[in-house]
């Protein structure tokens, strides 16, 4: 059996290397590229605003490196830093953050709505929250705070965009059962345009099996699956770890 780590790169390492130590085989095949976006003047005033702010929702590891090395840039110390309440999206990304010198909370479920269910976030009306964030990443969490009267202020630090996969060199066997691993709304978007786009994934789409972070994701996987007519096993993971992906497979219908 096969499992495509759609991942990013930077993030996909530790999790390929626990599933190939559980016997499966793993090919990484990253939907998303993460790349900095520079600290231009625009951002430099927003650090400026962001002293201010009482608490910092950090939506990934390299949000994490990123914001603290242009907080640095900034001129924003250390001891400043502290006095913020810390929100991790999960364990990897609150790690990042203590190593970094920061203590941060992070959900049980490591997606936008484990995130909303924090009483850190909880009757937060008034609360000055921060961002920090890719293009296109955790805008229903933002949402939902603004909603509920926060000021939230929006710090984009990288692009999340779809890197070229070349699927000749990808799949140089034929394998009759493939896991695709799914982590966000915007990765299985882009798993959708390389079908649109791939002859290849065209011929063999039905061969695919997915496991999805979180029940939101999970339910719009199977709405498109079902609208494609397509009719395969979608199971939802709380969290991208390799003994529950695992244990994930062995109650799914291949």
């Known amino acids: ?12 390492q530790a999790l390929s290397q626990d599933l190939k130590n559980l016997g499966y085989q793993v090919i990484s095949c990253p939907l998303l590229e993460l790349k900095p976006l520079p600290l231009d003047e625009s951002l430099v005033q927003q650090y ?6 009482e608490k910092v929702v950090v939506v990934s590891s390299i949000a994490a490196e990123i914001g603290m090395q242009y907080a640095r840039q900034c001129h924003i110390s250390i001891e400043e830093l502290k006095q913020k309440q810390w929100i991790a999206v999960g364990t990897t990304t609150q790690s990042t953050l203590q190593k970094l010198g920061l203590e941060s909370v992070c959900p049980e479920i490591e997606n936008s709505e484990g995130m909303l269910q924090l009483k850190l976030l909880q009757d937060c009306q008034q609360h000055r929250i921060a961002f ?5 990443g955790r805008t229903l969490m933002m949402t939902q705070l ?3 009267g926060c000021q939230v202020l929006n710090m984009l630090l990288y692009t999340r965009n779809m890197p070229d996969i070349q699927w000749q060199n990808l799949l140089q066997q034929a394998f009759s059962r493939i896991i695709v691993l799914i982590s ?3 990765s299985w978007k882009n798993w959708l345009k390389l079908r649109q786009n791939t002859l290849f994934l065209q011929q063999n789409f039905n061969n695919y099996h997915y496991v999805v972070l979180g029940q939101r994701v999970g339910q719009q996987v199977s709405q498109d699956l079902q609208q ?17 992906i695992h244990q994930k ?3 799914m219908s291949l």
């Open 1 to 12: 059996m096969l499992i495509l780590n759609t991942r990013p790169i930077e993030r996909a």
């Open 48 to 53: 400026q605003q962001f002293i201010s702010f």
């Open 132 to 136: 920090w964030r890719g293009i296109g």
């Open 146 to 148: 603004q909603q509920q």
């Open 184 to 186: 966000s709304e915007a």
């Open 228 to 244: 494609l007519a397509i009719n395969t096993s979608v199971a939802i993971v709380e969290h991208l770890v390799a003994q529950e």
């Open 249 to 251: 497979i062995q109650q």
